[in-house]
């Protein structure tokens, strides 16, 4: 069959060494839309993501991309005991946790182990998970991520768990939006994610959407930005963690409505479209930002 979990379970990815400069920190930012908000582009809460130096910082879900950040190619699958493409995957859900701030600058290997499959009938649930440390062998961040594989399941696995986030029922402590950008997949794709289906109309059409849809790492990056400005005063060393379910998409141009509340050391938020035909459609849920 296409997914052998006896071969994927517990396969050894394999380890990547890269490096990163400052520039690859500023072009992440700004595809995540920093500086974006009008009239508060050369303020100095914008300016730490956005402007070299000193004062530059590093929104951890930078974690996640960095060690393809140079890839031009699209996405491999060539996975252990998994014979798909990617007309059949979208993201599931991604995490990151961060030892301590990310440099804005350096080198570091992250080694990658697939560690779960799940089944879910009519798709199946693939789970990796990589620990990125220094050259002197030190954990930086360790990330764990999920591809959805459409028409792939049903051979009578493990179905896998389901524990959402339960928001709470009050106001809420932030409600803030994004306006994204109509280019602003083509500009996140500089950031090592090639896949045709965030640019090529004819490929999104193929895996049925109507246009190219946005990269859900782009959403992802956007979310924790706006919490992080909204609830953490802009500072980003503040963040341990990020995780998230990648529940809906977002098209270029539509506007992104994201909600938090503070809950002691971490914060629960979710993301939805806001406007238009679509108000209201999910982007990100079960979203827990810890803090440190």
Known sequence: ???????????????????WTESDVLLYHLGIGAGSHEGDHLAPAALRYTLDGPALQVLPTFGVVVPTFHETDPPPLDLPGCDINLAQVVHGSQSIAVSGPIPTSGTATVSTTLTDIWDKGKAAVVWQEGVATSPSGEELWRTRSSIFVKGEGGW???RGASDPVVLPVRDPDLLTSYDVTPQQA?????????????ADPDFAKAAGFPAPILHGLCSYGIVLRELTDGLLGGDATLVRGFACRFSGVVFPGETIRVTGWREGDRIVAAATVEGGDRDGSPVLADCVLTVA
């Open 1 to 19: 069959m296409p997914i052998d979990p006896s071969v994927a379970i517990g396969a050894d990815i394999g380890s990547t060494t890269f490096s």
């Open 156 to 158: 009578g696995g493990d």
């Open 186 to 198: 083509l500009v996140y794709r500089l950031c090592g994610d090639r896949n045709p289906l965030h």
